[in-house]
């Protein structure tokens, strides 16, 4: 008796340090995903603010971020981009670096948050098996970004309810969707985490009277709204036009009317609660699937699945996909062009505010050379 005492007691000493070892192991890699990506302001940028500028319950916590403003000094329109509400969507948030290190503007105000959920990058979903980061060798040398999760970091937020019901509108939905900010517009001072990074959000977007928003995001690819624009009815006519625009420069994308029904999603609750013409854009992400295979950088930053393969062949996705894949750089290059098709529609529309952005590649050079050159 004595003697099994004894072993159990050496036993739950070595399993004791063996998990102290592996904590101690796993601890450093866990801890750097709470530190920024290092991005580089390019030659528009004129200031850098922060959310809690425009309101001041997130200051100090992890859900603060940057707000790069890119001000031309012409007057002009105002607009806001959104990357990185779902930080396992890494189109959407690359294509806002781009901006950032790239964009010139000559009329109008453009300003880009590049981590709208900075808390979602900080961790990685569970079960799910994705690398932390990704890298891109650039010609300014390996750039390493997060790849984080679809939403606020637990440890920020939590626990969640058994029942998420949207503040404003009452709906209600899964526990887990608490954490989405893209479930949490319009926000509330008052309201949890997530609802006060959105409220910070919208606050931005009456402040600074933006004249158009749009939140960049990916999809699976066996997901039916994928490649496409969602818009508010209010921000129909200028999507029209985007989608129009894309097909003449063979970019396919589908437009999508913003459902009154589905509440919490920025392109819904902005464009009721705020003046600002709101756009959600969808592109191809197969690290997001439940069909794919391994899930690593390669998949991330090349976009290639055999498995994939096999699905598009059985005619169970919504895209194309061949041995080729959806590559980051083509993902990102679609974002951009969408983005710059805004700009140039919204100027088309209102000619007496101008929104001109210059300085960023065309498609064709991204598909090409990917995205080494501009970072």
Known sequence: MERTKKNNTILSILLLAAAAAVIAAVTPSYLSMRKPDALRKGPGVTSVAKLSDYFPGIKGSSGDTDVYVLDSGVP????????????NEPAGYMAAVLFVENAVPKAGRLFVIPYANASAATHADPMEGTPRRFTIAAASGERSFRFGSRATNPADQWPDPDIYIHASSGQQLSGSETRNLNRAYPGRPDGTFTEKVAYAITSLIRKEKIDVTVDLHEAS???????????????????????????????LMGLEPSPKSL???????????????????EDTNPAQGRLRGKTDEALIVEGKDELYVRAQKLGRLFVPFDENGWPLSTRVGRHVSALMATFEAFTNQTPDKPLVIEGMPAFDEMAAGGMAKYL
């Not at 818009?231 to 989608?243: D, G, I, K, N, Y």
């Open 76 to 87: 002009g329109g105002s607009a806001l981009v959104l990357g990185g509400t779902h930080a």
């Open 221 to 251: 690819p066996e997901y039916p709204v994928i490649n496409a624009v969602v818009a508010h009815e209010r921000a129909m006519p200028l999507a029209s036009e985007v989608v129009l625009t894309l097909e003449l420069d063979n970019i």
């Open 263 to 281: 509440r919490g999603l920025s392109h819904r609750e902005l464009g009721d609660s705020t003046d600002t013409l709101a756009l959600l854009m």
